[in-house]
């Protein structure tokens, strides 16, 4: 590869390119010939390659009928689909829609009108929050982001809004969404006809329409508090449900649209990214909707389970036809599904919940059936490292596993004539929607892969324990090269995802960035790299206990000990050179590899950090509380500047300038530390007017061809 490369996009990208192959590398163009990896393995295929694959996301069934639609993002090109829920789906795929370009134009939000003959969608701005998005830098500013309508057959779509978030009233005739955090409406079948329904002084999301459409609930957040309110279409007036000082969401709906189910959570938020197994308990309340008197019909236990934790989906509380709420719960230190039923909003105490998914597994998402009688679920039931769907009947607690096998499943839905679908991925194929048919298969709904995709030449990752010094078991997944390249040793990186609360597994991820880095890890596989992901302490899908584990985070970074942990794993392997042994992730990732490189470049010989945290400091709340130092010393000295001064190996910096997830700062203050000290080598990909999300395909390309040619340069000598 050489520096002169085309790149077909406006010069932001391009010169970002530039940037790092002249002196922010110390002089030494990094991107120059490389072409011949020093391991006796020939590359088979390239980063483009790997990430040929469309990315399918916002999966949703249609209400009526057989139908499912999904956004696919198509090296940048993001457009609608629609198939039919049938083993000859992928005969029927559709695309919908016509967008094309690597445009940096987010989609999502997908919903159905009730008759299934149209599909709304979000195009433009941050799904992530944080409004427009200008990652084109053009000169007239950022695109407004918009909500869309096309009908099942193509055409043209029609605007109907400016703003996000569209829930289709039941009667299929308006839309409510969100603009500037106020609750508008839009008329489905007038051209232009828009509204500003509610002023509310606070932060409005999570609208939800009544089943009857008289009615629309959504929340109001207030700084350190939220509300509740229900706007009555009639009346044209606004009641509170219960209001209190605390945190009011998770709406759910009677069937019968006379009450509302939602969570009340203590206000009292305790420092962010500490360990938090128990706190104050949150609890579920029912109101009626007409005058807001509400109820509260059950309370966590004190202790475990104490603190709510959420599962993947949009909706925490499901409220089945026979009168149950359903709810996630950790009270055995597992995320699973509890019922308890509406006869406790008449009780005079709060009452049992009843398990519907006992077990030490972990649901992360979970949907009702069209009839209400049923409960389809993902969950690490029976392999803790991978994810299937299973169904629950809510009457008889019967639990019936729908896959099984070596793929993993993701947001599984049902349309509206009980089909049940969902996304799958295995080691090889890339997340694909599929249906569930009576034979037992999954049928593939999307059309075929492209031919540039690499399926044959992918490597299947083995999963692995990994055991750090304080005798934590980490899982992890190792990815060797191709058969014919297993000879002598080579070199090695180390990957960690971010989040914390996220898993990965030894198939391409159900998130887009984890996919596209499972991708990138495919590919060093293939260039002859060892390479291990580590699914560290603080991650999802195995229990309270690994989640929040002790003096994790900014009470002490005993996450660190899982970055030792995987290194020794490696030094201990036969075909793995100690001496060149990379280390790279995201977010929280980022800060990983900061902790690895400023604590152990013994260890590590370089790294690539993506928008890293570099000083917990820069994340802490304000605080007046008597041990605020203390606390914040303790931050100071769980993060990676804290330890700068022991920093040797180099390290390539990178980060989308307009992250609203991880301050920019955070880059400069490190990046800014090490140079000051001067005995590391810095170097820096910034990408202008980029969001934390890549939003362009060529942003990925570009961050994964860096760390490409820094591994090549420091783990493989090549120049």
């Not at 120059?32 to 483009?48: E, L, M, R």
């Not at 995802?497 to 991820?509: D, E, I, L, V």
């Not at 942003?699 to 783990?715: G, H, I, P």
Request: proline letters at 7%; aromatic letters at 10%; glycine letters at 10%.
């Amino acid at each position: 590869m050489k520096c002169s490369v085309a790149i077909n996009s406006p010069g932001v990208i391009a010169s970002g390119l530039r940037f790092l192959c002249g002196s922010v590398l110390g002089g030494t163009l990094v991107c120059g010939a490389v072409a011949a990896p020093a391991a006796a393995h020939a590359q088979t295929f390239s980063i483009h390659d790997v990430l040929s694959a469309p990315f399918p996301s916002e999966l949703h069934a249609s209400p009526k009928g057989n139908k499912v639609a999904w956004i696919a993002n198509d090296a940048g090109s993001r457009n609608v689909w629609v198939a039919d829920a049938t083993a000859e789906g992928a005969l029927t795929a559709r695309q919908v829609t016509a967008y094309d370009g690597d445009d940096g134009m987010d989609m999502g939000e997908v919903r159905w009108t009730p008759d299934a003959n149209f599909v709304i969608y979000t195009r433009g701005g941050s799904l992530e929050g944080g409004g427009a998005v200008n990652a084109l830098s053009l000169p007239q500013g950022a695109p407004a982001q918009e909500i869309w309508m096309v009908g099942v057959g193509g055409g043209a779509p029609r605007k109907l809004g400016a703003g996000h978030g569209a829930e289709v009233s039941p009667a299929g005739d308006l839309i409510a969404y969100l603009s500037d955090d106020q609750v508008w409406v839009a008329s489905l079948s007038s051209t232009g006809a828009t509204e500003q329904l509610i002023h509310d002084r606070g932060k409005c999301s999570a609208i939800a329409f009544s089943p009857d459409g008289k009615r629309l609930a959504f929340v109001s957040t207030r700084t350190d508090h939220s509300f509740i309110g229900v706007y009555d279409f009639g009346k044209r007036s606004i009641t509170w449900l219960s209001p209190s000082v605390d945190d009011d969401d998770s709406i759910a709906w009677s069937p019968d649209s006379k009450s509302i189910a939602f969570i009340r959570s203590p206000s009292n938020n305790p420092y962010l990214f500490a360990p938090r197994k128990t706190g104050d308990p949150w609890s579920i309340w029912v109101a009626d909707a007409a005058d807001g008197t509400a109820r509260r019909i059950w309370i966590a236990d004190g202790g475990i389970g104490s603190v709510f934790s959420a599962l993947q989906s949009d909706r925490q509380l499901l409220w089945s036809a026979d009168g149950k709420i359903i709810f996630p719960w950790e009270k055995t230190g597992w995320r699973n599904l509890y019922a308890v039923s509406m006869s406790a909003a008449r009780a005079t105490a709060p009452t049992p919940a009843t398990p519907l998914t006992p077990g030490n597994f972990e649901v992360a998402e979970a949907t009702l059936s069209p009839k209400g009688d049923e409960v389809i679920y993902a969950s690490n039931s029976g392999d803790l490292n991978g994810r299937h769907l299973w169904k629950v009947a809510v009457a008889t607690r019967k639990v019936s596993a729908l896959t099984k096998g070596e793929a993993i499943e993701d947001s599984p839905d049902v349309t509206g004539d009980g089909r049940v679908v969902a996304l799958q991925a295995d080691a090889r194929r890339p997340l694909e929607p599929v249906v569930l048919g009576a034979d037992g298969n999954a049928h593939v709904l999307a059309a075929p892969l492209p031919g540039t995709f690499p399926l044959k030449a992918l490597v299947e990752p083995e999963n692995v324990v990994i055991k750090s010094p304080d005798g934590m078991q980490v899982p992890g997944q190792l990815f060797l090269p191709p058969k014919d390249a297993r000879k002598d040793r080579h070199p090695a990186v180390v990957f960690f995802h971010g989040g914390p609360p996220r898993q990965m597994f030894a198939a391409w991820n159900p998130m887009d960035a984890y996919a596209y880095m499972y991708g990138l890890n495919q590919y060093f596989a293939n260039k002859g790299y060892v390479v291990l992901s580590v699914n560290y302490r603080g991650g999802s899908g195995y229990g309270l206990e690994f989640r929040e584990p002790p003096r994790f985070g900014t009470a002490g970074a005993s996450e660190y000990q899982d970055i030792l942990g995987a290194a020794q794993f490696l030094r201990a392997r036969s075909d793995v050179d100690p001496n060149h042994v990379g280390v790279y992730g995201g977010s929280y990732g980022g800060l990983m590899t900061g902790l690895a490189l400023s604590r152990s470049s013994d260890l590590f010989a370089a790294g690539v950090d993506y928008a890293g945290v570099g000083n917990w400091l820069g994340l802490l709340p304000p605080s007046s509380a008597p041990d605020a130092a203390a606390v914040s010393k303790l931050a100071y000295d769980s993060s990676p500047i804290a330890t700068a001064a022991q920093w040797r190996s180099p390290v390539l910096f990178v980060q989308a300038d307009d992250d609203r997830n991880v301050p920019f700062h955070q880059t400069v203050e490190l990046a800014d530390a090490l140079r000051g000290l001067g005995h590391a080598q810095v170097d820096q990909l910034i990408i202008p007017d980029e969001i934390h999300d890549l939003l362009r395909h060529q942003s990925w390309e570009v961050f994964f061809e860096a760390t490409d040619r820094y591994f090549d340069k420091y783990l493989r000598g090549v120049n």
